[in-house]
T-cell receptor
Framework: DVKVTQSSRYLVKRTGEKVFLECVQD?????MFWYRQDPGLGLRLIYF???????EKGDIPEGYSVSREKKERFSLILESASTNQTSMYLC??????????????FGPGTRLTVL | AQTVTQSQPEMSVQEAETVTLSCTYD???????LFWYKQPPSRQMILVIR??????QNATENRFSVNFQKAAKSFSLKISDSQLGDAAMYFC????????????FGTGTRLTIIP
C-alpha cells in the first residue's frame, strides 16, 4: 500500500513564525504536491514537484516555498506565518505515468492554526 | 484555465437509497481525465472512480458509477445502495492530457447518510 505521511496532524503557530510542514512517501513516486483545503474553496494547489530539486508553482504560491532534497520528502515552508494561512494542508504523491492511472495518493493532512 | 464546479455543497440520502452528485467543468481540451475523490471524516482522501474523456462508456466501480456527458461537460457520480460508510466529502477533479499532471478540484459536496 502506498503510504503518504505528514509530520503533524495538528499544529499551532504564532504570527511571524517560520513553519515547516513535512511530507514523506514510500512508493518512489516522482511527483509530489502540496494543497491547501478551505471550506467552500475545495483543494487549491500551492506547489508541486516532479523530481528532486525541481518545483513548479501552483495556483496559490504566495507566502509559501518548498524544498525537495530527496525523492521521498517534500517540505512546505511558510517563511512568516500569517493568520490567513490557517488552513488544512494536504500532501499528495503520484507516479510519473501517462494516462489516467497516475493516481494521486494523499496524506492525512495537517491542520495548521496561526494565532 | 480549467474550472470545476460542484453546485451542491451538501447532500443527504437515506441508507440503501441512490444519490447523484453533480459536477460540471470547463475546458477547451478534447483529451482529459476526470476523477471523483472521497474524503471521509478525519481520514485520508481516496480515489473513487476515474473517466477518460475519449471513452464514451461510463466508468463503474461496484456501487459507484458516473454519467459522463462530454458535450455538456458534465460528470456526475451516482452512488447506489448508499451505506453509512459513504458519508464523506466528495471532490470532482479534472486533469488534462498533455504532460501536465496537476489536478483541478471542485469545491466539494458533503454527503450525509441518514440511517
Amino acid at each position: 500500500d502506498v503510504k503518504v505521511t505528514q509530520s503533524s496532524r495538528y499544529l499551532v503557530k504564532r504570527t511571524g513564525e517560520k513553519v515547516f510542514l513535512e511530507c514523506v512517501q514510500d512508493m518512489d513516486h516522482e511527483n509530489m504536491f502540496w494543497y491547501r483545503q478551505d471550506p467552500g474553496l475545495g483543494l487549491r494547489l500551492i506547489y508541486f514537484s516532479y523530481d528532486v530539486k525541481m518545483k513548479e508553482k501552483g495556483d496559490i504560491p504566495e507566502g509559501y516555498s518548498v524544498s525537495r532534497e530527496k525523492k521521498e520528502r517534500f517540505s512546505l515552508i511558510l517563511e512568516s506565518a500569517s493568520t490567513n494561512q490557517t488552513s488544512m494542508y494536504l500532501c499528495a504523491s503520484s507516479p510519473r505515468l501517462a494516462g489516467p492511472y497516475n493516481e494521486q495518493f494523499f496524506g492525512p493532512g495537517t491542520r495548521l492554526t496561526v494565532l | 484555465a480549467q474550472t470545476v464546479t460542484q453546485s451542491q455543497p451538501e447532500m443527504s440520502v437515506q441508507e440503501a437509497e441512490t444519490v447523484t452528485l453533480s459536477c460540471t467543468y470547463d475546458t477547451s481540451e478534447s483529451d482529459y481525465y476526470l476523477f471523483w475523490y472521497k474524503q471521509p471524516p478525519s481520514r485520508q482522501m481516496i480515489l473513487v472512480i476515474r473517466q477518460e474523456a475519449y471513452k464514451q462508456q461510463n466508468a463503474t466501480e461496484n456501487r459507484f458509477s458516473v454519467n459522463f456527458q462530454k458535450a455538456a461537460k458534465s460528470f456526475s457520480l451516482k452512488i447506489s445502495d448508499s451505506q453509512l460508510g459513504d458519508a464523506a466529502m466528495y471532490f470532482c477533479a479534472y486533469r488534462n492530457n498533455f504532460g501536465n499532471e496537476k489536478l483541478t478540484f471542485g469545491t466539494g459536496t458533503r454527503l450525509t447518510i441518514i440511517p
